[in-house]
């Protein structure tokens, strides 16, 4: 009995003291807290979504979920070989090239109009405060965080391990001129040693003018967040990205709701809608494109050109790994809606994207 005892209070230390790891940041307090209690989106001690938000699916349960996580995924849930992928030298980028690379998931680059902006870096290899949990494909990881240059705009879409990345933003920190992120997610980035003069913070529905003609409007995703065990202290969030020439939606994670119709109205055409597409699954819809959606949420937003994301990285579903790609692809064709499929890696011309074969096809 006292050696059971024993066992127990060295595991709860143990899982205490894991829990103190500063990568799993710090709740909103003092003046940032009071900022959010004052924004309408902000009711019953939490961050609401516009419309009703269950995280699970109506008739699904904790325990239904856990046993389809642990017997009914997909048998190439996961690549059986290395991703391919590409390098680009972003430190030797001519000034004057307007491109995006990808760098699996969620992660990519754009050097635009002058300007580098890095969205939802993760370069840790694992998406999860466990990382064998949620390891990166083999052949993913072709980028370190030494591969990238001065950042002019971190964006950072909410505060989920697969998008705030502690290892991969603390490294990044030096060359991080601005983070544009949501309310409440700056008390994590000063937790880690940010200077909180270069975070800036918005809630939905509001307007950030930045120098040289840039200006980003933040816009509501459908979705939740949180690191740990309290949920939605933080926004996750949309952006349109307005340059001297161009304007991108930047789509984070978000289900299916009447907020790209207003999206699309409000600030049509965009060049390109950075859609998630993969991760789903009809026991969490609410908070995830399914793959019948994405090609609808990127046509009420008017885009001229989708690009599909939140793939090709992690495995944090059921499907096949190349299943989201594959739908999306079959989705776009169907109504003559050009795709962005590029390597990890691949650098893409904005402003001459051309075409993209269907190399995961080669992937077992």
Not at 46 to 61: M, Y
Not at 68 to 96: C, I, W, Y
Not at 223 to 247: C, D, E, I, Y
Not at 303 to 318: D, E, I, Q, T, Y
Request: aromatic share 12%.
């Amino acid at each position: 009995m006292l050696v059971t005892g024993i066992v127990l209070l060295v595991l709860i230390t143990a899982v205490y003291l894991f829990l103190q790891h500063p990568k799993f940041g710090k709740l909103p307090s003092g003046t940032r807290l009071e900022k959010i209690r004052k924004s309408p989106n902000y009711r019953d001690g939490k961050f609401q979504n516009l419309s009703f938000t269950p995280d699970l699916a109506e008739g699904e349960t904790f325990f239904k979920v856990l046993k389809k996580v642990l017997f009914e995924k997909d048998k190439r849930n996961k690549p059986k070989q290395t991703m391919p992928s590409q390098k680009t030298n972003l430190h030797g980028l001519n000034a004057q090239e307007n491109i995006l690379v990808w760098f699996g998931h969620s992660s990519y680059f754009l050097q635009i109009d002058g300007k580098k902006i890095l969205v939802d870096p993760v370069f840790s290899g694992a998406a999860s405060p466990i990382p064998i949990t949620t390891k990166s494909f083999k052949g993913a990881d072709v980028y370190t965080t030494d591969d990238i240059p001065e950042i002019d705009y971190l964006f950072i879409t909410h505060d989920h391990w697969d998008h705030l990345d502690y290892d991969t933003v603390t490294k990044l920190k030096p060359k991080v001129k601005t983070v544009i992120t949501g309310l409440g997610t700056g008390a994590h980035l000063e937790h880690w040693g940010f200077n909180p003069d270069i975070i800036i913070e918005k809630d939905w529905d509001e307007t950030i003018e930045l120098p040289d003609g840039f200006t980003v409007h933040t816009v509501p995703g459908r979705h939740f967040a949180g690191r740990l065990f309290k949920r939605n202290q933080v926004l996750w969030m949309s952006f349109v990205l307005q340059t001297p020439n161009r304007k991108i939606f930047i789509g984070g994670d978000s289900g299916y709701d009447t907020h790209f119709s207003k999206t699309g109205n409000d600030y049509e055409p965009f060049d390109v809608a950075i859609l998630e597409c993969g991760q789903y699954n009809e026991s969490w819809k609410n908070i995830h494109l399914m793959p019948g959606e994405i090609v609808p949420a990127a046509k009420y937003l008017k885009a001229k050109a989708l690009m599909p994301v939140h793939w090709g990285k992690f495995s944090l579903a059921l499907h096949a790994w190349d299943e989201p790609v594959t739908l999306a692809s079959a989705a776009a064709q169907a109504v003559n809606l050009p795709l962005w499929t590029p390597l990890i890696g691949e650098k893409v011309n904005l402003d001459a994207p051309g075409t993209f074969e269907p190399w995961w096809k080669a992937v077992d």
